[in-house]
Protein backbone atom coordinates (compact mmCIF):
# COMPACT_ATOMS: atom_id res chain seq x y z
CA UNK A 1 0.00 0.00 0.00
CA UNK A 2 1.12 3.54 -0.88
CA UNK A 3 0.06 6.78 1.10
CA UNK A 4 -1.86 9.41 -1.18
CA UNK A 5 -3.10 12.98 0.11
CA UNK A 6 -6.53 14.08 -1.33
CA UNK A 7 -6.40 18.21 -1.55
CA UNK A 8 -10.00 19.45 -1.66
CA UNK A 9 -10.53 23.12 -3.42
CA UNK A 10 -13.14 24.95 -1.26
CA UNK A 11 -14.59 23.17 1.30
CA UNK A 12 -15.95 24.95 4.73
CA UNK A 13 -14.66 28.49 4.17
CA UNK A 14 -16.69 31.64 5.07
CA UNK A 15 -20.06 28.96 5.65
CA UNK A 16 -19.55 27.71 1.91
CA UNK A 17 -19.83 23.88 0.76
CA UNK A 18 -19.76 22.75 4.69
CA UNK A 19 -18.57 19.05 5.14
CA UNK A 20 -18.04 17.61 7.88
CA UNK A 21 -15.19 15.30 8.34
CA UNK A 22 -16.40 12.50 9.59
CA UNK A 23 -18.44 12.39 6.68
CA UNK A 24 -16.19 12.54 4.58
CA UNK A 25 -14.09 9.93 5.94
CA UNK A 26 -16.62 7.68 5.17
CA UNK A 27 -17.27 9.14 1.48
CA UNK A 28 -13.38 7.58 1.53
CA UNK A 29 -14.56 4.25 2.69
CA UNK A 30 -17.19 3.31 0.58
CA UNK A 31 -14.61 4.03 -2.25
CA UNK A 32 -12.21 2.24 -0.52
CA UNK A 33 -9.93 4.68 0.07
CA UNK A 34 -8.39 3.21 3.21
CA UNK A 35 -7.55 4.47 6.29
CA UNK A 36 -8.50 8.14 5.44
CA UNK A 37 -7.37 10.25 8.05
CA UNK A 38 -8.29 14.32 7.86
CA UNK A 39 -5.84 17.42 8.58
CA UNK A 40 -8.08 20.34 9.96
CA UNK A 41 -11.89 21.03 8.65
CA UNK A 42 -10.64 22.33 5.31
CA UNK A 43 -10.55 19.73 3.38
CA UNK A 44 -6.81 17.58 3.40
CA UNK A 45 -7.44 13.53 3.06
CA UNK A 46 -4.54 11.32 3.43
CA UNK A 47 -5.11 7.89 2.21
CA UNK A 48 -3.54 4.48 1.65
CA UNK A 49 -4.46 2.80 -1.63
CA UNK A 50 -2.48 0.56 -4.52
CA UNK A 51 0.75 2.52 -5.74
CA UNK A 52 -0.58 2.19 -8.84
CA UNK A 53 -3.63 4.02 -8.23
CA UNK A 54 -4.40 7.18 -10.73
CA UNK A 55 -4.27 10.15 -9.50
CA UNK A 56 -6.86 11.77 -11.97
CA UNK A 57 -9.24 9.15 -12.09
CA UNK A 58 -9.10 8.68 -8.32
CA UNK A 59 -9.72 12.83 -8.07
CA UNK A 60 -12.32 12.49 -10.55
CA UNK A 61 -14.68 9.17 -8.27
CA UNK A 62 -13.99 11.39 -4.79
CA UNK A 63 -15.55 14.63 -6.98
CA UNK A 64 -18.59 12.78 -7.85
CA UNK A 65 -18.64 11.09 -4.49
CA UNK A 66 -18.67 14.46 -2.95
CA UNK A 67 -21.32 16.02 -5.53
CA UNK A 68 -23.67 12.92 -4.83
CA UNK A 69 -23.29 12.55 -1.19
CA UNK A 70 -23.14 16.30 -0.59
CA UNK A 71 -24.36 17.97 -3.22
CA UNK A 72 -21.42 20.22 -3.80
CA UNK A 73 -19.27 21.02 -6.68
CA UNK A 74 -15.72 20.39 -4.97
CA UNK A 75 -12.23 20.15 -7.38
CA UNK A 76 -10.27 17.15 -6.09
CA UNK A 77 -6.36 16.84 -6.36
CA UNK A 78 -4.51 13.50 -5.35
CA UNK A 79 -1.13 13.88 -5.19
CA UNK A 80 1.14 10.58 -3.27
CA UNK A 81 2.84 11.02 -0.11
CA UNK A 82 6.19 10.78 -2.01
CA UNK A 83 4.87 14.30 -4.18
CA UNK A 84 4.33 15.89 -0.59
CA UNK A 85 7.33 14.52 0.41
CA UNK A 86 9.50 16.13 -2.33
CA UNK A 87 7.16 19.33 -1.89
CA UNK A 88 8.55 19.69 1.64
CA UNK A 89 11.95 18.45 1.55
CA UNK A 90 12.26 21.47 -1.83
CA UNK A 91 10.90 24.86 -0.48
CA UNK A 92 13.61 26.95 -2.10
CA UNK A 93 12.51 29.93 0.27
CA UNK A 94 13.24 27.51 3.77
CA UNK A 95 16.00 25.72 2.16
CA UNK A 96 18.23 28.68 0.75
CA UNK A 97 17.07 31.74 2.72
CA UNK A 98 15.92 29.59 6.16
CA UNK A 99 12.91 31.64 6.01
CA UNK A 100 10.69 31.88 8.86
CA UNK A 101 7.70 29.01 7.70
CA UNK A 102 4.79 31.10 9.12
CA UNK A 103 4.99 33.23 5.82
CA UNK A 104 5.24 30.32 3.88
CA UNK A 105 2.50 29.00 1.69
CA UNK A 106 2.82 26.13 -1.12
CA UNK A 107 0.04 26.55 -4.42
CA UNK A 108 -0.70 23.14 -5.75
CA UNK A 109 -1.42 23.37 -9.96
CA UNK A 110 -4.14 20.61 -10.90
CA UNK A 111 -2.68 20.80 -14.12
CA UNK A 112 0.70 21.98 -16.23
CA UNK A 113 -0.19 25.60 -17.56
CA UNK A 114 0.92 26.35 -20.75
CA UNK A 115 4.59 28.16 -21.27
CA UNK A 116 3.56 31.15 -22.47
CA UNK A 117 1.51 32.11 -19.37
CA UNK A 118 4.49 30.60 -17.18
CA UNK A 119 6.76 33.18 -19.32
CA UNK A 120 4.59 36.43 -18.34
CA UNK A 121 3.91 35.15 -14.72
CA UNK A 122 5.21 38.40 -12.95
CA UNK A 123 4.66 39.65 -8.96
CA UNK A 124 2.07 42.30 -9.03
CA UNK A 125 3.50 46.00 -8.53
CA UNK A 126 4.71 46.98 -4.92
CA UNK A 127 4.11 43.14 -3.90
CA UNK A 128 6.41 42.58 -0.98
CA UNK A 129 5.55 38.91 -1.35
CA UNK A 130 7.80 36.36 -3.78
CA UNK A 131 6.73 32.99 -5.30
CA UNK A 132 8.54 30.41 -7.12
CA UNK A 133 7.06 28.01 -9.68
CA UNK A 134 8.15 24.53 -9.60
CA UNK A 135 6.79 21.90 -12.27
CA UNK A 136 2.72 22.06 -10.31
CA UNK A 137 3.73 23.65 -7.23
CA UNK A 138 4.04 27.33 -6.47
CA UNK A 139 5.78 27.91 -3.59
CA UNK A 140 5.08 31.33 -2.11
CA UNK A 141 6.52 33.23 0.58
CA UNK A 142 4.21 36.16 2.14
CA UNK A 143 6.15 38.27 4.78
CA UNK A 144 3.04 40.90 5.46
CA UNK A 145 0.78 37.68 5.67
CA UNK A 146 -1.56 35.86 3.01
CA UNK A 147 -4.47 38.11 3.85
CA UNK A 148 -2.50 40.98 2.28
CA UNK A 149 -0.75 39.40 -0.76
CA UNK A 150 -1.85 39.73 -3.84
CA UNK A 151 0.34 36.59 -4.90
CA UNK A 152 -2.97 34.51 -3.80
CA UNK A 153 -4.64 31.54 -5.06
CA UNK A 154 -6.68 33.19 -7.54
CA UNK A 155 -3.43 35.43 -8.91
CA UNK A 156 -2.22 32.30 -9.86
CA UNK A 157 -5.81 30.38 -11.18
CA UNK A 158 -6.17 33.87 -13.15
CA UNK A 159 -2.40 34.22 -14.13
CA UNK A 160 -1.66 30.61 -15.37
CA UNK A 161 -4.89 29.87 -16.16
CA UNK A 162 -5.33 26.66 -14.70
CA UNK A 163 -7.23 25.43 -11.21
CA UNK A 164 -5.14 25.41 -7.78
CA UNK A 165 -5.36 24.91 -4.30
CA UNK A 166 -3.25 26.57 -1.36
CA UNK A 167 -2.07 25.62 1.77
CA UNK A 168 0.32 27.42 4.69
CA UNK A 169 3.57 25.83 5.54
CA UNK A 170 2.01 24.54 8.61
CA UNK A 171 -0.69 22.34 7.05
CA UNK A 172 1.80 21.28 4.13
CA UNK A 173 4.27 19.87 7.23
CA UNK A 174 1.68 17.71 8.82
CA UNK A 175 0.31 16.42 5.65
CA UNK A 176 3.70 15.57 4.97
CA UNK A 177 4.24 13.87 8.58
CA UNK A 178 0.68 12.23 8.07
CA UNK A 179 1.74 10.70 4.98
CA UNK A 180 5.04 9.34 6.25
CA UNK A 181 4.41 7.89 9.54
CA UNK A 182 2.07 4.83 9.93
CA UNK A 183 -1.42 5.97 9.93
Known sequence: MAKFIALLR????SGKN?????????VFDKLELLN????LQSGNIVFESSPK???ETTAN???????????HDVAVLVISGKDINQIFNNNPFIINEQTDTSACYVTFLYEKP????????????????????VSLTVYVHCPN?????KINNQFFERKLKVPATTRNWKTVTALNE?????I
Open 36 to 39: PVTY
Open 178 to 182: LSTNA
Open 61 to 71: TIESAIQKTFG
Open 53 to 55: LNH
Open 18 to 26: KIRMVELQS
Open 114 to 133: GQEYLNALKSPEKETGRFKV
Open 145 to 149: GYGRT
Open 10 to 13: GINV
